[in-house]
């Protein structure tokens, strides 16, 4: 079990340049969790893709639909307290301190592209290409 943040999701759900990589991740580890957050996260990457028409509504719908189904009964809520904590110890948002704040509660290590996460916990945050080819 892995907690994952909306970059992986978006890398596997939206075809790009890290999908391939991101296909490895789950056939390393396919259990993935992740905070409530992520919906809201994606759902804004779907919106970014509609306004640059990248692809048509029924599409965009398509793959939410399809990320929820994979992520049910994956989805944790975070004590806030801890949220505010990881913030005050780090310079990230606490949209990704939520995702941090998991991996914590969990003991689980959090799979990440992102680099200020990974600069920030590096006990915790690992980056997905150096995860997957471990």
């Known amino acids: 079990m892995i907690v994952v943040d909306t970059n992986i999701l978006v890398y596997f759900w939206i075809p790009g340049d890290f999908t391939e990589l991101a296909e490895k991740l789950l056939k390393k580890d396919s259990n993935w969790i992740a905070p409530t957050l992520w919906r809201s996260e994606f759902r804004n990457v779907l919106a970014c893709h509609l306004r640059r028409k990248d692809f048509p509504l029924a599409q965009a719908q398509e793959i939410m639909v399809n990320a929820e189904n994979h992520m049910q009964g994956a989805e944790h809520q975070v004590p806030s307290i801890q949220v505010l904590d990881l913030v005050n110890r780090s310079k990230c948002t606490a949209y990704d301190c ?21 600069n920030s916990f590096p006990k915790i945050a690992k980056n997905i290409k150096s995860y997957v080819e471990e």
Do not use: C, H, K, N
């Open 98 to 118: 939520e995702f941090i704040a998991l991996a914590e509660q969990m003991s689980l290590p959090l799979i990440t592209a992102d680099v200020g996460l990974i």
